[in-house]
């Protein structure tokens, strides 16, 4: 009950089709908690982070269910006002540093745009919470990078900027979506460790949107599995490595890598499992249909 | 050093370009038929009158000869002699070009607030009856040419609903205190808005029917590059911040969107000064478009090479001001 954000019962389908790319999601995020969402690709994880901050594309409609933000319910508001109240508490982590800076803006704004058109905040003291912000991801020479463009920072520099101008806004909630794959592998593991240190500090809640079970092992304390949009297991994280309970899980568990033995693990999907989820996920609709 | 470098290389082709024109012209318009003292003297007048007119404006020698005589006296600043106005050239040009500029200017500014605000709502109202509509609009001005607005222009406000003047730059009966030919520019820094108000009524449908063209391009390609933007990831991520749709347009997808119509804008431009000519003698404007389709018909062969002249500087100018602003305007480039 006293979830920062609670998604109740979230079906969405694509406009013109009756084929639902949500189905009937629950998902909450305790304040200061991270949960891991988890899934294959196409399972429709980014969908969920999307939806919570009212960007889904305009060919996925919302057809049922409630996305509590502090208690209110999202999908109820005007459009304006929804906007300002998840700009006002919540923040994105985006996937491709490379493509989230607007080219023709000085960094600098891009980090106190919010902080002084949104939150109200005097200029001043949007600049002096950014240089803190950057100083804090570690950028070298703040000042300087505030007044580059995006073109002059490298991918990992721009991915530090994204994160300190998601935590400049002091947001209750950060929405993290795939924040690492589209960096090099050795920046992957610093940015990581990064995320994980400002969003202990901070103590902000997390939706952690990854494909990758060994980043949730060090990341998220909560955990959502994923299934063509259905969420199959719902788990604290030290029980799910322990004893996972979906069979899905269990084979997804056993299809990552690890560290011990990389060489033992990149098995596929067991054929049997995959058919037996499908038949839940088709049990599952044939059941929303009737209500 | 390289910003030198390619600033004299602009110059030199800016050169180059004037010298072709002026050679084209100069050859054109003396190979076609048509005799220039022959128009100007009363008819009946004997051989041996245009024989000597025609020395007297050297027009008795060769064409390259014409030529060289010709180049030598622009080069010492002499542009020769109007043969219809008997007038030396480059004053009567220079006197008629601020009313053709201003009347430019005037239907770019018109052009770029019409295509922008109209690209700007078609964005916002993207995919409802407003952006149909909007494109339908688009469609019709771009396939309907200046001089034919100006046609439906002067029946629609000059006839049916007479509010704008048809006819001149200003009220024949007005008192003028200007001392230079930019009068719209003269009349505010005067304060006499009273003059301008005049001018206005009579610029505004020139001005406006070599500006819904252009208008309908701006808006096409400037509706085409925001929506291109619309899905990009900074502009999903401005949404998240709390902006309102409005400002993420404006502030977001706008200054990038920007660039590519800007270039179109200028090539587009030097098309809508050229139309100046057809536009001007519609509504009997006192530009240089209109001094150049009476030294056409006179074979004034001086004035018409001075007027090509100018017009020809006058689009390497706006080609030149537009790579500037572009690279102005482009950060990359800026730092490049
Ligand atoms: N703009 C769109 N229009 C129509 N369908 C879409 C759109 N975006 C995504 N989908 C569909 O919605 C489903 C969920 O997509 P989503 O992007 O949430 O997947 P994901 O779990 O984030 O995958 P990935 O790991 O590849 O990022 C997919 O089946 C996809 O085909
Ligand atoms: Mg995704």
New interface residues.
Partial sequence: MNAFLAIRNLSAILRGGSQRVLRSVDLAVEAGEVRGLVGESGAGKSMIGKAVLGILPSAVSIVEGEILLDGRNLLAMPQKERRRTIGTVAALIPQDPLTALNPSRRIGRQITDRLVDILGWTEANASARALELLDEVQIQNPQRVMASYPHELSGGMRQRVLIAAAFAANPKLIIADEPTTALDVTVQKQILKLIREMQARHGTAMLFVTHDLGVVSKVCQKLSVLYSGKVVEDRAVSEFFAEPRHAYSKALLAATPKYTDPFASLLPVDEAVIASVDAEVKAADREWRHV | MTLLRSLLLRLATMAVTLFGAAVVVFFVIRVVPGNPIAMMLPPGASETDIARLSAHYGLDRSIPEQFLIWLTGVIHGDFGTSISLRQPVMPLVLGRLPATLELSIFALVIAVIIGGASALAGTLWR?TKTEAAIDVANGVGLSVPDFLWALVLILLFGVLMPIFHISGRISPSAELPFVTQFYVFESIVRLRFDLWWDLLKHMFMPALALAIPLAAIVSQLLKQSLKETM???????????????N?VILS?SL??AVLPTLTLIGVQFTFLVGGTVIIERLFSYEGLGNMAIDAVINRDLPLIQGIVLVFALMFTLINLLVDMTYALL???LR?A
């Fill in positions: 995919g899905h990009l990831d900074y502009v999903v991520l401005a949404r998240t911040k709390g902006y309102s749709e400002h977001e200054p990038n482009n950060p990359r730092h």
